[in-house]
C-alpha cells in the first residue's frame, strides 16, 4: 500500500515553464516533507510543512500543505535546468516516536535549456 | 563539509558473494537508517537504529544485516546478494522524539550484482 501518492511521475518541461507536482494521501499526517534527489546523490530537504493550509516559498518554488493535512503541492515557477531531480515527498509514521518516515514514489522533474 | 559519507560510491560483488557498506556521520544523530532505492522507487526502509537499538522492518529479508559499532558508523552488510539486490543504499540520520526534523542523506551506494 502505497500511502503517499505522487503525481505526475514524469514531468518532462522548457525553461521557463512553470509546473506543479502532488502528493497526496487518505491519511492525515502530522508534517510532510518535500525532498530534492539530483542523480547520484542522496535526497535533500528542501521544506517541512506543519500546518494545515499553510503555504511556504523557497525562491521560486512554493510548498502548500493542504487545509486538511492530507495532500500537498509543490509549485515552480519559470523552471530552469538546475531544477532537474527526483521531488520526494514524505510524512513521518503516527506509530513511531523514531522519525520513520513514509516516502512517495517522487514525480521525475527533467527542465530542457 | 559532508555530514553523512557513505562508502563505497559504487560496489560492484557477484551473486552470493558478500558485501559491506559502510555510513558514517558527522551530526553525532542518534538515529541512523538504511534504505534501498531500486530506479524510479521510492527510498524503502530496511532497518534502523536509535543509539545502539535495533529496529528491523518486518519485510526486510534476512539477507540484510546491520552493525552499529558506535554513534558514528553505521554498516550494512547482504550475506547473500542476488541480482534482486542491485539497487541504491541510502543512509541517513535524524534526532530522535521530533518526527518534523529532516533526515540526512548520505549520497548513496549504488551495488551491481555480477
Known amino acids: 500500500t502505497q500511502l503517499l501518492e505522487q503525481s505526475p511521475q514524469f514531468l518532462s518541461i522548457q525553461e521557463g515553464e512553470n509546473l506543479t507536482v502532488y502528493c497526496n494521501s487518505s491519511?492525515?499526517?502530522?508534517?510532510l516533507q518535500w525532498y530534492r534527489q539530483e542523480p547520484g546523490e542522496g535526497p535533500v530537504l528542501l521544506v517541512t510543512?506543519?500546518?494545515?493550509?499553510e503555504v511556504k516559498k523557497l525562491k521560486r518554488l512554493t510548498f502548500q500543505f493542504g487545509d486538511a493535512r492530507k495532500d500537498s503541492s509543490l509549485h515552480i515557477t519559470a523552471a530552469q535546468p538546475g531544477d532537474t531531480g527526483l521531488y520526494l515527498c514524505?510524512?513521518?509514521?503516527?506509530?513511531?516516536?523514531?522519525?520513520?518516515?513514509?516516502f512517495g514514489r517522487g514525480t521525475q522533474l527533467t527542465v530542457w535549456p | 563539509d559532508a555530514m553523512v559519507i557513505q562508502n563505497p560510491r559504487y560496489q560492484v560483488t557477484q551473486f552470493g558473494k558478500p558485501v559491506t557498506l559502510s555510513c558514517s556521520q558527522t551530526?553525532?544523530?542518534?538515529?541512523m537508517y538504511w534504505y534501498q532505492q531500486k530506479s524510479s522507487q521510492a527510498p524503502k526502509l530496511l532497518f534502523h537504529?536509535?543509539?545502539?537499538?535495533?529496529?528491523n522492518e518486518a519485510d526486510t529479508p534476512d539477507n540484510f544485516q546491520s552493525r552499529r559499532p558506535n554513534t558514528s558508523f553505521c554498516f550494512l552488510d547482504i550475506r547473500s546478494p542476488g541480482l534482486g539486490d542491485a539497487a541504491m543504499y541510502l543512509c541517513?540520520?535524524?534526532?530522535?522524539?521530533?518526527?518534523?526534523?529532516?533526515?540526512?542523506f548520505g549520497d548513496g551506494t549504488r551495488l551491481s550484482i555480477l
Open positions: 551530526l553525532n544523530h542518534n538515529v
Open positions: 491519511s492525515v499526517f502530522s508534517s
Open positions: 537504529y536509535y543509539d545502539k537499538d535495533f529496529n
Open positions: 514524505a510524512g513521518p509514521d503516527r506509530g513511531s516516536t523514531l522519525g520513520r518516515l513514509y
Open positions: 541517513a540520520t535524524s534526532r530522535a522524539y521530533d518526527r518534523k526534523q529532516p533526515q540526512h
Open positions: 510543512v506543519v500546518t494545515g493550509g
